[in-house]
Nanobody, 115 residues
């Protein structure tokens, strides 16, 4: 059974960049669409970006033009490049398939953006 492990979070100043990774313990080739999600303190988890098996991408309006999602099926890894970070991007970031399934939720990786 595939497990997803997120990494790459940290503390960064506003305007900075981070690259998140989501490593799968098994093959993600069979997963059509993968997504990155985030949950800020006191808020519901929200979808940030998705990427299909054909590498079509979609983004939440709040991150368009700043974030880029990509996938490397050979490495069983999905990435989220985050540029021009804002304090409102502070959250725990998770990866999962889209639509998400409960068993794939991992611990996430914390991103903190200071002003």
């Amino acid at each position: 059974q595939v497990q997803l492990v997120e990494s790459g979070g940290g503390l960064v100043q506003a305007g900075g960049s981070l690259r998140l990774s989501c490593a799968a313990t098994g093959s993600i080739r069979s997963i059509n669409t993968m997504g990155w999600y985030r949950q800020a303190p006191g808020k519901q988890r929200e979808l940030v970006a998705t990427i299909s098996s054909g590498s079509s991408t979609n983004y939440a309006d709040s991150v368009k033009g700043r974030f880029t999602i990509s996938r490397d099926n050979a490495k069983n890894t999905v990435y989220l490049q985050m540029n021009s970070l804002k304090p409102e991007d502070t959250a725990v970031y998770f990866c999962n398939q889209y639509p998400p399934i409960r068993i794939f939720w991992g611990q996430g990786t914390q991103v903190n953006v200071s002003s």
